[in-house]
C-alpha cells in the first residue's frame, strides 16, 4: 500500500537549527502533498501543504521544496523549537484518488 | 472552533467482541474518511464517504469492518468479532468536496483488544 517514502526515521536536532525531512512518491496522478504533525494521543494536525504547481511553498519557519522531476518533496523547520519535537508525516493524494498516502512518519527531536 | 470528534478516546475489549466508533465531522465538511494507524506507522486508508454515500474502500476493509453515514452527518464505524491485529489507532477525517482538499483528522479512537 505504501506509495510514499519518508526518511529519515527519526531526527535529533539542536535548538535554533534546521530540521529536514524528505519523502518520495512513486504514482504520478498525485498532485495534492501536505504534510501533518503529530503530538503522542493526538491526531495528525495539517501544517502546511503543496501542489505540483509550484516549487516551494513557506509558511513561517516551514518550508515545502518540491521536486516534480524527481518525485521528491521535502520540509524544512527553520529556527527549531522543542516545541517542535513531533512526529511528522508526509502524505499524497490525487484527485481521482481519494485515499491520502501517509509516509511513515519521522520522530524529531529538538534538543534545548 | 468545533473541529472533527470521535468517540470514544479509548476502547477495551476482549477478543471476539463488537465495537462501534463515532466520527462528527466539521459541520460544512461532506467528505469523511476512517483511517487506521498502528504504532509507528502513517495512517492507512480504510473508506470514505461523499455525503451519505460511501464512495470508496481500501482492500484492508474486511468483512468484519463496517462503516455508515446515514444522514450525511456523523459517521460510525463498527468492528464484529475483534481480533487481536484489529489492535490500532482509528482516526476519523473530514474535508470538504471541491478538488483535493486538507483533511482534518480527529484525535482518534485508541483500541485495544485483549
Known amino acids: 500500500q505504501q506509495q510514499v517514502k519518508q526518511s529519515p526515521q527519526s531526527l535529533i536536532v539542536q535548538k535554533g537549527g534546521i530540521s529536514i525531512i524528505n519523502c518520495a512518491y512513486e504514482?504520478?496522478?498525485?498532485?495534492?502533498f501536505p504534510w501533518y504533525q503529530q503530538f503522542p494521543g493526538k491526531g495528525p494536525a495539517l501544517l502546511i501543504a503543496?501542489?505540483?504547481?509550484?516549487s516551494e511553498k513557506k509558511e513561517g519557519r516551514f518550508t515545502i521544496s518540491f521536486n516534480k522531476s524527481a518525485k521528491q518533496f521535502s520540509l524544512h523547520i527553520m529556527d527549531s523549537q522543542p516545541g517542535d519535537s513531533a512526529t511528522y508525516f508526509c502524505?499524497?493524494?490525487?484527485?481521482?484518488?481519494?485515499?491520502?498516502?501517509f509516509g511513515a512518519g519521522t520522530r524529531l527531536t529538538v534538543k534545548p | 472552533d468545533t473541529g472533527v470528534s470521535q468517540n470514544p478516546r479509548h476502547k477495551i475489549t476482549k477478543r471476539g467482541q463488537n465495537v462501534t466508533f463515532r466520527c462528527d465531522p466539521i459541520?460544512?465538511?461532506?467528505?469523511l474518511y476512517w483511517y487506521r494507524q498502528t504504532l509507528g506507522q502513517g495512517p492507512e486508508f480504510l473508506t470514505y464517504?461523499?455525503?451519505?454515500?460511501?464512495?470508496?474502500k481500501s482492500r484492508l476493509l474486511s468483512d468484519r469492518f463496517s462503516a455508515e453515514r446515514p444522514k450525511g452527518s456523523f459517521s460510525t464505524l463498527e468492528i464484529q468479532r475483534t481480533e487481536q491485529g484489529d489492535s490500532a489507532m482509528y482516526l476519523c477525517?473530514?474535508?470538504?468536496?471541491?478538488?483535493?482538499?486538507?483533511?482534518?483528522f480527529g484525535d482518534g479512537t485508541r483500541l485495544s483488544i485483549l
Open positions: 477525517a473530514s474535508s470538504l468536496s471541491r478538488g483535493n482538499q486538507p483533511q482534518h
Open positions: 502524505a499524497a493524494s490525487s484527485m481521482f484518488n481519494n485515499d491520502m498516502r
Open positions: 503543496i501542489r505540483p504547481d509550484v
Open positions: 464517504f461523499q455525503n451519505e454515500a460511501q464512495l470508496e
Open positions: 459541520s460544512e465538511h461532506n467528505r
Open positions: 504514482n504520478t496522478a498525485f498532485d495534492y
